[in-house]
């Protein structure tokens, strides 16, 4: 049974993550595993019964595109702030940093 709505519930995705929190479901997904991603993505797909493999599939790309796209925000240096401003506190907010006298 395919769902005509393109929205994903929030139980449809935490089965996508569950699978993927299992480490020999993990394993299956990384390279020199053996398998495709066609098959994993089958085996996903059959623990969601009102999605496709191609919706599955679709999914399981955006997830890991945001993913990503979360790493880097967290990765970043924290825009200006310098470690003496996080140690210290020397600041009031990322909007309104103190000023420091530059004359």
């Known amino acids: 049974m395919e769902s005509n709505s393109s929205d994903w519930s929030k139980s449809e ?9 299992d ?19 089958s085996a996903i ?12 599939g679709y999914k399981f790309d955006n997830l890991k ?12 240096s924290g825009w ?7 140690v210290n506190r020397n600041i009031l907010s990322l909007r309104g940093r103190k000023r420091t006298k530059l004359c």
């Open 13 to 21: 995705i935490e089965l996508i993550v569950r699978w993927l929190e």
């Open 23 to 41: 480490p020999i479901q993990l394993r299956r997904t990384q390279k020199g595993s053996g398998e495709t991603k066609k098959h994993w993505i």
């Open 45 to 56: 797909a059959s623990t969601i019964s009102s999605r496709s493999e191609a919706q599955v």
């Open 65 to 76: 595109k945001s993913y990503r796209e979360a790493l880097k925000l967290a990765d970043q």
């Open 80 to 86: 200006g702030l310098g470690e003496e401003d996080l």
